[in-house]
Structures are given as C-alpha cells and as structure tokens.
C-alpha cells in the first residue's frame, strides 16, 4: 500500500528505467495493483496484474525471477494470462525496505532484439534494478517519515493551541516561528496566527527580557512582566527555554500566562476540594428543608441573594451550595468577611489597587477580590459590618458592573452574582442610618433566612450522627455515641452558637471521651462554658457591663469607622483593642 504515496515519483523512475535499457516497465505494489507503466502498461496504471505470474511470485518468495523463454518456462504455468502473452523476455525485482517487500519492478522485450540485447546485459541489468529497488524503497521510507513528522507536528501544534498558556517560538534572532491563539489573545492582538509568524517578537511584545534572554543564552523562569496595551495592563507570569543545538542557541519557546489566571485557578481548584454542595447540608426539619429547597430554586436563577440568620447557622455553607448549583460553578467562589478585615484593608481587598497606590503597596498592584470572582460568585459575609464608605463604594458596582482599583483611573468590567449574608438586622441599622437603604434593596433581592438550630431541634441527632463520623475519622477513635442522659440534655440546650457550637461540643467529647461512648460529665463543662447557666464569674459581669458601654457608645457615636475612632478616643482605649472588645460583645 505504501508505494502508492510516491505514485508520481515511481512513475518517473519507471519511464528512467525504460529509457535506459530499452524496454518497457511496469511496477507493482503488494496487491499487484499496477503502480507505474510505460508503453502497453502505462493504459493499465491502476488495474490489477495477473494472478499466478512472476510478479505474484517474486513477491512471495523475495527474490528476482528471470523468465526467458515466457509462456514456455515451468514458472509460467498457473498465470491466468499465458494464453495472451506476448512477452519475450522478462525480469520481476522485488522492492524493499525495511527488509519489507513493498512491490515488484517489471522489465519486458516484446521482440526478440530487445531480447538479446536484455540478454547479453543481463547482470548488469540485475544490479540496476537493485539500484531502482533501493531507490524506490528509500523514496516510500522519506515520505513515510515525512508523512510522520507532519502528523507530529500537527499533533503538536493542535496540543499547543488548546492548552491554556500562550506560546511562542522563535528564532535566535528573535523572528516568531509558532504562535498559538492563547497567545495572541493574552498579548491583545487583534491579528490571526498566520499574520503574526515571521515577525519579531518585539512587534508584539516590547518588553526587552526575551531578547536579552536570547542574547545571554541564560533561560528565564517566572519573570513577572507588565503588558500595558489598549488601555488596559495586566502582569504576565513568563518562562523562557532556549534550545541548543551544537552548543549555539537556535531557538526559544516562551510560555506565560496571567497572573490574574493563576489566582483564579487556585481559588477553582480550592472550591474543587471543598466540594460544597446542597447534599452536604444536613438536615430533615420541616422548617430546614423547606429554606433548602428555596435555595435550589433560586440557586439557578443568576440573582443576588441576601442570607440572614443567626451566628453558626451555616450561611456560608448555603453560599457556597447556591454557587455550585449555579451556572457559574466551573468559575470561581470568593468569599470576604467584611467584620475580620479593618476598613482600611477591606477596601483594598474588594477592589484592588494599582502599583505604589499608597505606602506599602506591591510595585506590581494587585487585584482585588471582586475582580478574581469575575464570571463566578462573590460572598460578602458579615454584610451589615460594612463602613457606609464601602457600602456606597459597593453599590456602584452593583449598578455599573464595573470597578476601579485604589489608584487607579482605568475601569474594569466585572460579571459576578453577589451573595451576601448578615446575622444582624439590616432594617434596625437602616433607621439608624448605619446601614443604605438602597443597597440593601439591591442585595435582598431573594431574602434566604436560615433557622436557628433551636427552631430544628429535631436535626440534633442526625448533625451529631455526622459530626462523630467526622471526628472519629480524624481523631482515629470509634466513638458509638452520646449517652441517653447526654442526648436529652442537648436536646433541651438553648444553642446560642448553633451548628458551629454543636459540632465544637461533638469535637469536644470525641476528644476527651474515655469509653465508647460519650457522657453528659464529657461535654456538660462545654456547654456551661458557652451557656454560663447564670453563674457568671465577677470577670464575665465585667466584660457583660463593658459591652453594655461599648455598645450604648457606638449607638451614639456610630458604627462606622469614624465613629469607632470616636468611642475608642472617648473610652481611652486602643481602636485595636475596641475591635476585640467588639467581637465579643
């Protein structure tokens, strides 16, 4: 079969072939299919040989046949075309290569000179048409090989044009030999492949390291580069390899992404792991399932959503349930506690900022959170501590759909479906203008409100049942249970830190527990510690009475920034030291 890839190359051969020895030729592949003829077989090219001649034995038996006396001669029997013979003088070559028979060169006298004359030059005829043979052969191995390496090469650049890095190759002179699309699309090049090859790298890439890398032969691995292009810049994170051949490099193939990439494929990859989804919610209570059937309904529905509910409820939890339900769950999930982070902080954070932005800041910028959850789902959690600063900063980009970073005067587009949650009363802080009240109406477009653990006693059991596999996997221990005793009394517990503080009691008595099962005596200390059960120490009526003052300070002065500056100026105390004393109240 694999003469036929040079059929234009034999035929060429074969009419070399007849014009030197003076006869005619004909050429046949390993189904006897003619390849290549000159004189009557030049009208045959195509058609199939005889059965039984010399040409079907000199390919199963892999040597030349020479038939002088045709029609005459014992190898001539069994041919089904010996009754129309006309030859008088014939010789059948095998081809090979790769010690593999790949066909049959033919030579023929249909008179008797050209008898004599193949006759009397017989030997010298052997050793030409073992030339041709080995010339024939050669060609199909070069067009094979070739035919491999353009496979090769194809499969390459189809593995280089779907992975998720732009690559570049070019010369030692820096001139681009391949490109993907990932590339150009990186770099922000409007241009198609085949319009960018040939040209210098700095046409499309001023930046001088890749030249200099080529220059000092010296490859370059992680070099983070700004690309400042059609009003927008982003940092590229680069590798340089330099190919040598002979001790001289000959080429380089650069490969880079976007730094911005990189942190969202960490933040998929992070999601990925944790593997939130509406199955691993918990839960059996009317009051349970019917919140977590609402959340499935609207988790499909590209809304913004506004979850309430106590501290410990799992709010985050049905956050992140909504998202991997959603449209967006191949995107990423990135969440912000708006109560953990100082406001200063917090609005870098949300936004990002662009180099030296202000003192400390990285050279190179930074991101914010709201840019890396672009196309997936951002968590606001602990809503209701945001500065009024913020919030009005916040509801710009809910209307616009667009940021700008600290510093910066360029505006970025951002597709994000904002979920946000609070354990506190939006509406009480709205009539206390602590809170906006036209934010607040774009973030409670569907309201989720989460039941305490106290409204769903009757999943006590069922989350325990999950906790003690939990911990009993963690802490390598096989405990069966709670006691009856300790079951009743966490039955009839009040759970101020609800599912949180459950799971802390089950870690608690997994922990200490001695036997196979745990006892009230186990986790009653636990309780009582979180319950105080009215036997508060002087130390917890001092630090009760403290949060009072705060509290009625904060009231007065407000919740916000300036005001906490205020309360800390007028109790004497640390703005850091009036933050822990707030999370405590």
């Known amino acids: 079969m694999e003469i036929r890839r040079i059929q234009e190359v034999v035929q060429k051969i074969s009419e070399a072939i007849a014009a030197v020895l003076n006869c005619n030729v004909t050429i046949i592949d390993t189904q006897l299919i003619r390849v290549a003829g000159t004189g009557p077989y030049k009208s045959e090219i195509k058609n199939q040989a005889p059965k039984g001649s010399a040409f079907e034995k000199s390919l199963l038996k892999k040597e030349t046949i020479i038939i002088e006396k045709p029609r005459l001669e014992k190898m001539c029997q069994g041919c089904e075309n010996i009754s129309f013979c006309s030859e008088t003088f014939e010789i059948c070559a095998p081809i090979f290569w790769q010690n593999q028979v790949l066909g049959v060169i033919g030579i023929f006298a249909y008179n008797e000179t050209q008898r004599k004359h193949l006759i009397s030059i017989k030997d010298d005829v052997l050793v030409f048409l073992k030339k041709m043979s080995e010339l024939i052969g050669s060609k199909v191995g070069e067009q094979i ?69 080529l220059s000092s032969q010296q490859d370059v691995v992680d070099y983070t580069s700004d690309l400042r292009r059609g009003g927008h810049k982003k940092s590229l994170l680069t590798t340089i390899r330099l190919i040598h051949m002979e001790e001289q490099v000959k080429s380089a193939v650069i490969t880079f992404t976007d730094m911005e990439n990189i942190q969202k494929s960490a933040f998929r990859h992070r999601e990925s792991q944790q ?3 509406f199955d691993t919610l918990i839960g059996a209570s009317r009051s349970f399932v019917k919140v977590k059937e609402q959340a499935k309904k609207i988790a499909t529905i590209d809304s913004t959503v506004l979850i309430t509910g106590e501290s410990g409820t799992g709010k985050e939890l049905f956050a992140r349930a909504i998202h991997h339900a959603s449209q967006r769950q191949s995107q990423p999930f990135i969440s912000i506690n708006c109560s953990a982070i100082p406001e200063s902080l917090l609005e870098s954070e949300l936004f990002g900022y662009e180099g030296g932005a202000f003192t400390g800041a990285s050279q190179k910028g930074k991101p914010g959170k709201l840019e890396l959850a672009h196309k997936g789902t951002f968590f606001l959690d602990e809503i209701g501590d945001m500065s009024l600063f913020l919030q009005a900063k916040l509801l710009r980009v809910l209307q616009d759909r667009c940021i700008t970073r600290i510093g910066g005067i360029e505006t970025k587009s951002v597709d994000i479906r904002l979920v946000s949650a609070t354990n506190k009363n939006l509406e009480e802080l709205i009539e206390k203008r602590m809170f906006r009240e036209d934010l607040y109406y774009r973030l409670n477009v569907i309201p989720i409100k ?17 906790f003690l596999h939990l911990y009993n996997a963690r802490f390598q221990k096989s405990i069966e249970g709670f006691t009856e005793e300790a079951m009743t009394y966490l039955e009839n517990y009040h759970w101020p830190g609800n599912v949180r503080e459950l799971e802390n009691i089950v870690e608690y008595g997994v922990s200490l527990a001695e036997g196979p099962v745990i006892l009230l005596d186990d986790i009653k200390e636990r309780c009582v510690v979180n319950h105080k059960e009215n036997n508060d120490t002087l130390k917890d009526l001092m630090q009760s009475y403290e949060g009072k003052i705060i509290k009625e300070q904060l009231d007065h002065y407000g919740w916000s920034e300036m005001g906490k500056a205020q309360v800390a100026k007028k109790l004497g105390i640390s703005r850091a030291t009036l933050y822990r004393k707030i999370s405590q109240i």
């Open 145 to 213: 090989l070739l035919e491999n390496i353009e496979a090769t090469n194809k499969e390459l650049m189809a593995v280089v044009q779907n992975v998720n890095n732009g690559v570049i190759n070019v010369n030692q002179f820096g001139k681009i030999q391949h490109i993907n699309e990932k590339a150009l699309k990186l770099l922000n090049i409007s241009k198609k492949v085949e319009e960018v090859v040939e040209k210098n790298i700095q046409d499309i890439w001023s930046d001088h390291f890749i030249i200099e890398a």
């Open 275 to 277: 593997n939130f989804t």
């Open 450 to 466: 989460l039941p305490s653990l106290a409204q769903r006693k009757e999943d006590i059991a069922l989350l325990i049942s999950h």
